[in-house]
C-alpha cells in the first residue's frame, strides 16, 4: 500500500513539475507573443490561466507556488508589472487559490467555488489598486472592453474547473 502512496506522490510531482516549467516558459514568452499577435495579451490573464490549470492537474501546494512565483518571474524578466503592482498580483493569486480550495470544500461545486474566488479575488485586488493608487487608475484599469474580456475569461475558467474536475479535484490537502 506505501509503494502506491510512494508511486501517486511521484506522478503528482511529476505533473506539478512540468507544470510549472511550462508556466515559467509561457511567462517568459509572453511578451513576445503579445508583440507578434498585437493583442494585450494581459487581457485574458495569463497568470490566472495558469492557477485555473494548477487546480485541476497539480493541486493546492502547487498552485500556492505558482501564485507566489508567477508575477515574480515575470517582474524579473520583463520588468512588467512593476513592483507595487506585481505585490498586488501576487496577493490576488494568492486569495484565489486560497478562497477556491475553502469554497470547493465548503460548496462541493467547482464551477460555482471558481468563479465565486476569481471574481472575490479581483475585487480584492482592485481594492488593494483603489488603496495604493488612485480611483482613476482603477477607473482605466476596468475599460469596458477588458471588464467584458475579464467576465469572458472568468466564465471560460470556471467551465474549464467543471468540465475537468466533475469527479475530484487533485491535492486537496
Do not use: C, W
Not at 134 to 141: D, R
Amino acid at each position: 500500500m506505501k509503494v502506491m502512496t510512494l508511486s501517486l506522490d511521484k506522478n503528482e510531482v511529476i505533473k506539478a513539475t512540468i507544470l510549472d516549467i511550462a508556466a515559467l516558459a509561457f511567462i517568459f514568452f509572453i511578451p513576445g507573443i503579445a508583440h507578434m499577435l498585437s493583442f494585450p495579451v494581459y487581457m485574458i490573464e495569463p497568470m490566472r490561466l495558469l492557477l485555473v490549470v494548477s487546480f485541476v492537474v497539480s493541486g493546492k501546494r502547487n498552485s500556492y507556488l505558482l501564485a507566489l512565483t508567477l508575477p515574480f518571474f515575470s517582474y524579473l524578466v520583463s520588468g512588467h508589472p512593476e513592483f507595487l503592482k506585481m505585490l498586488i498580483i501576487t496577493s490576488e493569486l494568492l486569495v484565489n487559490v486560497f478562497l477556491f480550495y475553502l469554497f470547493a470544500d465548503l460548496m462541493k461545486r467547482p464551477f460555482l467555488a471558481a468563479i465565486t474566488s476569481i471574481v472575490a479575488s479581483k475585487l480584492f485586488a482592485y481594492f488593494l489598486y483603489l488603496v495604493f493608487f488612485s480611483f482613476a487608475f482603477v477607473k482605466s484599469e476596468a475599460s469596458p472592453v477588458f471588464l467584458g474580456v475579464q467576465a469572458l475569461t472568468t466564465l471560460i475558467f470556471s467551465l474549464y474547473i467543471y468540465i475537468s474536475t466533475r469527479k475530484n479535484l487533485p491535492g486537496r490537502a
